[in-house]
């Protein structure tokens, strides 16, 4: 079982700063890229940012140069730094991780349950 927790959602008016955090914790052997998604309301979900366990990371469009993203390999976290929000960053932000499981040495595809990212004056 690999679980992943996401926490820092919440309500910033435009221009302001917000960061989520994720936290993998269960029967992890290795973590390889790791990321961060959004799904908006009407709207399918959509790659936000990525980075390997290299530090090698990549945006969409979108956000380069005000969204960063970082990870601690010894902590198993992965954080999205947000800054000049603007409202059309609203949205549910979705953690993601390809773990390698311990034992069987599975490649699995993790999801967080999400936080909200509600960016309104």
């Known amino acids: 079982q690999v679980q992943l927790v996401e926490s820092g959602g919440g309500l910033v008016q435009p221009g302001g700063s917000l960061r989520v955090s994720c936290t993998a914790s269960?029967?992890?052997?290795?973590?390889?890229?790791m990321g961060w998604y959004r799904q908006a309301p009407g709207k399918e979900r959509e790659l936000v940012a990525t980075?390997?366990?290299?530090?090698?990371?990549t945006y969409a469009d979108s956000v380069k140069g005000r969204f960063t993203i970082s990870r601690d390999n010894a902590k198993n976290t992965v954080a999205l730094q947000m800054d000049s929000l603007k409202a059309e960053d609203t949205a549910v932000y979705y953690c993601?991780?390809?773990?390698?499981?311990?034992?069987?040495?599975?490649?699995?595809?993790?999801w967080g349950q999400g936080t909200l990212v509600t960016v309104s004056s």
């Open positions: 993601n991780a390809a773990v390698v499981r311990t034992i069987s040495l599975r490649l699995l595809d993790v």
């Open positions: 269960g029967f992890i052997f290795r973590i390889n890229t």
């Open positions: 980075i390997t366990s290299g530090g090698t990371t």
